[in-house]
């Protein structure tokens, strides 16, 4: 599986982006997908998750202001990001895992893509 994460830029605080994670190489339907981000100088962290079957999870620092989707017959992975701050500027990566239910854990994720950059200013 080939994970491609496009959407990135920059914005104003408040402001919104909506990141895409396009897939080839195989369908996703039947993954679990995550994303994550890296700010400068931080490890890697979880932002959100979609279960193969629909089921959502997120960080709670994202919650209520993020929305993960996926639509299978594109085979792509959306972040909507609204009411974007300073500190969601990092790299953001998409991936993919098989089965299990550690959503948070980046070790789980057999795929991933490039990354894509997020800036908010202030």
């Known amino acids: 599986v080939q994970l491609q994460a496009s959407g990135g830029g920059l914005v104003q605080a408040g402001g919104s982006l909506r990141l895409s994670c396009a897939a080839s190489?195989?369908?996703?339907?039947?993954?679990?997908l995550g994303w994550f981000r890296q700010a400068p100088g931080k490890e890697r962290e979880f932002v959100a998750a979609?279960?193969?079957?629909?089921?959502?999870y997120y960080a709670d620092s994202v919650k209520g202001r993020f929305t993960i989707s996926r639509v299978n017959i594109k085979n792509t992975l959306y972040l909507q990001m609204n009411t974007l701050k300073p500190e969601d500027t990092a790299v953001y990566y998409c991936a993919a895992k098989w089965g299990g239910n550690n959503w948070e854990e980046e070790h789980e994720y057999e795929y991933w893509g490039q990354g894509t950059q997020v800036t908010v200013s202030s």
């Open positions: 190489g195989r369908t996703l339907s039947s993954y679990d």
């Open positions: 979609v279960s193969w079957s629909g089921s959502t």
